[in-house]
């Protein structure tokens, strides 16, 4: 019975074993089960953040990079690298789900934005440094994913979307501005080891009038690919250090179980669900920004500037006429 079954309904599994057969190897090897113990709260935190990062398009480091930056303590770029890494894992385990699962997803436009936005990922790994401080970068995409998952909710609150992929077809000046906003998203992801995935999603949703249900697992998969594509670079630039394979160890386990059930949760919820969760997660993560630094009025004033600049970016995509788009 088994030989009769087809191999891809196991990929899942498959992958799983082999990461904890990696996971073993470097734990005995390199970081020592020590290290489990001392980060518990980073792979308690990882069991949220895996699961509503991949039932979300906000990918599992928006709880990460939080954690490790103001909990942790250690500098943003090396935050980013783990985020990457750990997503490496986590991601491609969703994706590998929604492969199983047979989700519908977008490949033409994932195609189109795994390249470009790489080619911004690069650019900005070695000429464009992170412009911002831990906390400023903290409070400016804390601030845009609010608007993100407002706008998000605003739009769709009264729209009835046909549930289709059907090949998207993206030529002139709409398929520059598209390849625009993926590069300016794996730009973001070198900051803060995520971004993509939020832009990606927004495009689909904003100015090709996708589901929620194919918009989430196309992300999910651009965020696996880039993070997969990412790692391998800062593997071979030597920007893995122990600490961060310190991290992998105590969360590599964890985000290989909850990750693929935040997609399927989600998906099998529909597109309400989705949408709701996703503006639940936004509002939660700035309230604990807001206690954090809005006592100082430098991050109140840029927080409502960049509310206000993405509010106005987003409807202006929103107000595309998606009927040429698909």
């Not at 090897?29 to 290290?35: L, S």
């Amino acid at each position: 019975m088994f030989l009769q079954r087809p191999l891809y309904k196991d990929a899942l599994h498959l992958f799983r074993f082999f990461c904890l057969i990696l996971w073993l190897l470097l734990t005995v090897y390199i970081t020592g089960f020590a290290g489990i113990a001392e980060n518990y709260i980073l792979s308690f935190a990882m069991m949220a953040g895996a699961f509503v990062g991949s039932a979300t398009p906000v990918g599992g480091g928006v709880v990460a990079f939080p954690v490790l930056t103001f909990i942790k303590q250690i500098p943003a770029k090396e935050a980013a690298v783990f985020c990457l890494a750990m997503q490496s894992f986590g991601m491609s385990a969703s994706s590998l789900a929604i492969f199983t699962h047979k989700l519908p997803v977008d490949k033409f436009l994932i195609t189109w934005c795994v390249i470009t936005s790489f080619v911004g990922y690069l650019l900005a790994l070695f000429y464009i440094p992170n412009p911002f401080s831990s906390a400023g970068l903290k409070v400016f995409f804390s601030s845009f994913w609010l608007a993100f998952g407002a706008a998000i909710f605003l739009v769709r609150r009264k729209q009835t979307i046909r549930p289709t992929v059907a090949l998207t077809r993206v030529n002139g000046w709409r398929l520059l501005l598209f390849i625009a906003i993926c590069f300016a998203g794996g730009i973001v992801t070198s900051w803060i080891g995520n971004g993509i995935d939020v832009v990606f999603f927004c495009v689909l949703i904003l100015m090709f009038s996708r589901t929620e249900s194919v918009a989430t697992p196309s992300a999910v998969i651009v965020m696996a690919l880039i993070s997969l594509l990412a790692t391998v670079l800062n593997i071979s630039a030597g920007n893995v250090n122990m600490q961060t394979l310190t991290y992998l160890s105590a969360t590599i386990p964890v985000v290989i179980i909850f990750a693929p059930l935040g997609i399927l949760f989600s998906v099998r919820h529909g597109d309400v669900f989705i949408r709701k969760l996703l503006l639940a997660l936004v509002i939660i993560q700035y309230l604990f920004t807001a206690v954090a630094f809005f006592s100082q009025l430098d991050y109140l004033l840029l927080s409502m500037l960049v509310i206000a600049l993405s509010f106005i970016l987003l409807f202006a995509i929103g107000c595309i006429d998606k009927r040429k788009a698909v």
